[in-house]
Structures are given as C-alpha cells and as structure tokens.
C-alpha cells in the first residue's frame, strides 16, 4: 500500500506529535508498506523516512513555525506542495494528522479521488487557547470551535490518540464516520531500563552535575506552558524549602532560557537542570537518567506520548489527572489534581522516600508498555482504518461505530 502521510508542522522536532508520525511511519514501512511524509520545509529528515517538504515563504524563509497566523501561509503552500505531488504519483490513502491536515487532505483527496483518515491529536480550539493564540470565550475562539467540528465531519475514519476522544468524536458525529481509538505507542526495544550501564549512567550524570547517588525527577517534552513546567518549578521549590533533596532534569525546547531564569529568580539555583533540545535518538539515554518522571500537561483533550516513554523506561510517573494520563497509566499512576503543583510535590516526596514502592511501579509500567503499547499492534489500527477506506463498505456504512484497538486496559 501507498500512503502519504500529511504532516502540516515542522516534521521532525523531537517531541509530541512528531514522534508519533515517525513511529507509524516505521511500523507501516516494517509491514512493507511505502509511506512518503509530506510536511512543511523546516524540520530535521529522518534517514529511513521519504520526506517532501513544501516550499518557504518568500518573505522569511528561517520562520519558525507556531500556532501563529504565518501557519495560514504555511498552509497554503503546504496544500500546493500535496497538489504538486498528487499530480506525479499516485497513493491509496491520504493519512492526514492534526485539523489542518484533515481540511487540506480532504479537500484535495477529493480532487484526486483518494479517502483520507484523520488522525486526531486533540481540539483544535482547546490547543490554541492553550497556546495563547486566542482567548477562551472570545469571538475568535467561537469561530475556531465551529472550524474544528466542521473538519471533523469531513473525513471517513479518524484515529484519536485517546479513547476518551474517541467517545466524544463518536457522539458528536454520529453516523458521520468510524472512529478507532490509536493511543500512542512507544518502541520498547528502544526505550528499556538498561539502555545504560550503571557506570555508563554515573559518567553522564557528571557530565550533567549530578551526583551518581543523587535522586533525579525527569521531565522530556515540549517546554509549553500548558505542559506544566511552571508547576514544575514551583513544586522543585516546595521541596527545597522543605528540605527535600532531588535535581529535576528538564528536557525539552523551546523556551529553556525563559525557565531557567524563572527558576533561579525563585532561588532553585543547580537544583533545576534544563538541558534544552534533546534529540529522539538521545531520549532513552537522557530518561535513563531519572528515578521519576513527572507529567504535569494540563491538556485535557490531547493524548501524552511522553508517559509511555516514561513507562517503557521503568519510571514511576506522577502526572496530573487529564483523561489520556489516566488512561496510560491505570492504577499504576500517581495522580495530582489538575494544576496542582503542591500536590504534585507531595507525591513526588513520597516516592523519594519509597525506593522499593519507586522500583516496584517502574517494573509494573514496563511491563505494561510492553503488553499493551507497542507500535507493532498500534499499526494494525491504522491498517483496520485503512481497510475500511478502500472498500466499499464505508460508502454505505450508516450506523455510527467506535471500534476498539485490542490493547488490554492492564
């Protein structure tokens, strides 16, 4: 099979959706299946993955890409760029992420004649509200919500990185399309507890200026302000002031500088380490680092890939409750309420002084990363999906249908 795969960001950026396009694409390659991702023209290629990136626009070419009104440009030359291509070859499905890929794919799919899935990350309105692009309840936001439901109706099949998305997608919908729940996956030959050796371990915490012994919180994602880094300094100074020992590594981009200042004018010094961007090939030994992981999204509709990396490392998570937190973790998790940063000091003071109850959760999550999210079955959703598209079947399906992957809840 022949998939294009629509990417309208700057493919690859080491974090978060991007992370996911990458891995479906190997796992569909791994099948034998030929995947070409077509994306804007910033962005890191990957060697195993056929990249087309559209054209920069003309009036600043080193723009970097964010949830601006530059992206209309981007968009637009991003739908010449899908024009372009779809003239000179020809694919079976389009696979369309994020809303502007699901507008732009369906509306061009149908042009050449070619089904579209939709894979959604999350509310288009929520994540630009999220983002400071417009304000909760104004007029703008208003029309992006009514955007967003318009392209929802537009495509045959989605793929929602959480079932709890897809139950809302599936009573907002109706008949209008078959939904399947795709959590994010994580490839678990790659992120493993033992990526290190404990002497290989010692040396790159020196590098870092972290003692061998010393208890380390880690956090790796996008460094947004709706991914909670903010709670994450003020819950590093609540245990400072109590006494509390632990570093935080704090992986991710961009923004790192503005952290960092934040978090010596609130007196945590070296106790808060921001690393910046740490490249996909890099993040399972920079995880191998910590002895927990902290997930304080604040997002309620998007999915967390970060916590399965998390798990697949054996780390204890303590994450704030957002639907798709809960639904990764189980009962393993250690929750704080929503925006709770004293909380989520609190829990992460309990599991320093619980070395056993820390190992014993970590070998649990593993576990459960390995049985229940592994791409190789992820894949098999995506092809259920595609199936579907090319038969005659969703032409005239006419009864809505929420179909579960086959991952066990754990």
């Known amino acids: 099979m022949r998939i ?16 996911r396009i990458l891995e479906e694409a190997r796992a569909l390659q791994a099948l034998g299946h030929q995947v070409t991702i077509v994306t804007y023209y910033k962005g890191n290629d990957v060697p195993d993955v056929r990249i087309i990136r559209s054209a920069p626009t003309p009036w600043r070419s080193h ?4 949830s601006s009104r530059h ?24 696979h369309a992420h994020l809303h502007e890929g699901a507008l732009i794919g369906s509306v061009v799919g149908r042009l050449f004649g070619i089904p579209v899935a939709f894979d959604y990350q999350g509310s288009l309105s929520d994540e630009i509200v999220q983002h400071n692009f417009v304000r909760a309840g104004s007029l703008s936001h208003a029309f992006f919500a009514r955007l967003e439901r318009k392209i929802n ?29 795709l959590p994010d996956g994580v490839n678990t030959h790659v992120f493993r507890p033992d990526v290190l050796t404990p002497n290989e371990r010692a040396a790159l915490r020196a590098q870092w200026g972290i003692g061998a012994d010393e208890p380390v919180v880690v956090f790796l994602g996008l460094l ?38 934040l978090a010596h004018q609130v007196g945590l010094g070296e106790t808060v380490i921001f690393t910046g961007r740490v490249p996909y090939a890099e993040a399972p ?28 490392m054996g780390l204890p998570v303590v994450a704030f409750d957002t639907p798709a937190q809960r639904e990764y973790l189980g009962a393993l998790g250690v929750y704080a309420p929503l925006g709770d940063s004293a909380a989520l000091a609190h829990h992460v003071a309990a599991l320093l002084a619980a070395p056993q109850r820390r190992r014993q959760l970590g070998e649990q999550l593993r576990q459960r990363a390995v049985q229940a999210y592994g791409w190789d079955r992820a894949v098999q959703v995506v092809l259920q999906g595609y199936r579907y598209l090319l038969s005659e079947e969703h032409k005239t399906a006419t009864t809505p249908q929420v179909l579960t992957s086959r991952r066990e809840d754990g």
Not at 63 to 66: L, M, Q, S
């Open 153 to 181: 109706r537009l495509p045959r099949v989605i793929f929602t990185s959480t079932r709890h998305a897809a139950t809302q997608l599936e009573r907002e919908l109706g008949r209008r399309a078959r939904v399947l729940p």
């Open 285 to 312: 030994r920079m995880l191998a680092l910590g002895d927990i992981a902290v997930a304080p999204k604040r997002s309620l509709t998007e999915g967390s890939g970060k916590v399965l990396n998390y798990m697949a």
């Open 71 to 94: 992206k209309y440009a981007f968009d637009v030359l991003l739908t010449l760029k899908l024009v372009q291509v779809l003239m000179r070859e020809r694919f079976d499905v389009i």
């Open 224 to 261: 947004a302000e709706h991914q909670g880094i903010r709670h994450i300094i003020e819950a590093a100074a609540l245990l400072q002031q109590r006494g509390v020992h632990a570093r935080w590594l704090v992986m991710g981009y961009p923004g790192d500088a503005h952290w960092r200042v």
């Open 4 to 19: 294009l795969s629509l990417a309208p960001t700057s493919f690859f950026g080491d974090y978060g959706c991007h992370v």
């Open 63 to 66: 723009y970097e890409v964010g």
